[in-house]
């Protein structure tokens, strides 16, 4: 309500009833696109839920992998609610990992969010030190570089890995997701528990036919989705799989 009532002022309008109007009445969307990010609830971390990084660096990458046999087609990765970046970002840190011994193995990394101002940021890569201190160490060293001078107090994603990445503006409310190829992963955490349980299923079950036969998806560790979900099986907390 409080970013609401200052995009009101800027408007020089005199109500929320006011600006519902005014953006009824933008026939381009742009102001539709302001509204959304006013709205939406960007919080992220980088390793925020470690487990299921765990689960993707110690299992499922190499089982999926090891289903590819010689054939080299791409893993194909999705993060579909990467807010600020953070997410994506830790991804490619694991997915980087996990491949070191193999660095030509084909890797498609795809975030994706509803916010424009989020992924700006997500793009840029520059994030304060103190978000990152939850990256192991080495880590740290490998994929960002600390901010000196006026950048002090910043660290920024080196290119490599922020090249690694391909951002685009996705709402998961839409009927289709323009994807080209299926996804072998989905991260799509701690967005579901912000839509009503019918929004959740239409939105899953959209999620789920994104998924090649052999896919999984993951969602936050407090996010329910039993009986919503029957295409897949439960493997653990926040990770499913095709039966």
């Not at 046999?69 to 970046?85: E, K, M, Q």
């Not at 002090?152 to 090249?163: D, H, I, M, N, Q």
């Not at 080209?180 to 899953?204: H, K």
Request: aromatic share 8%; glycine share 6%.
């Amino acid at each position: 309500a409080n970013r609401l009532r200052r995009r009101v002022r800027e408007l020089n309008l005199d109500s929320f009833e006011r600006y519902g109007e005014y953006v009824r009445a933008d026939g381009t969307g742009a102001e539709l696109e302001v509204l959304v990010d006013l709205i939406s609830t960007n919080h992220t971390a980088f390793f925020r839920e470690a487990l299921h990084f765990k689960a993707l660096a110690s299992d499922i990458l190499p089982r999926l992998r090891a289903a590819r046999g010689l054939v080299r087609d791409p893993l194909r990765v999705w993060s579909a609610a990467c807010a600020t970046g953070e997410e994506a970002y830790t991804l490619a840190m694991v997915i980087a990992e996990e491949t070191a011994t193999d660095p030509g193995y084909p890797i498609e990394l795809l975030a994706s969010d509803i916010s424009r101002r989020a992924l700006a940021i997500a793009e840029r890569g520059v994030y304060p030190i103190d978000r990152a201190s939850v990256i192991p160490e080495d880590l740290l060293k490998r994929y960002f570089e600390r901010g000196v001078g006026a950048q002090a107090g910043r660290c920024r994603v080196k290119r490599s890995l922020r090249e690694s990445v391909r951002f685009q503006r996705i709402n998961l409310l839409d009927d289709a997701y323009p994807l080209s190829r299926p996804q072998d992963v989905i991260f799509c955490r701690n967005v579901l528990i912000y839509f009503d349980i019918e929004t959740r299923r239409r939105v899953l079950a959209r999620l789920a036919a994104s998924l090649t036969p052999e896919g999984v998806l993951v969602v936050g560790v407090s996010e329910s989705v039993g009986g919503l979900l029957p295409e897949l099986v439960r493997v653990s907390h926040g990770v499913y799989a095709r039966p």
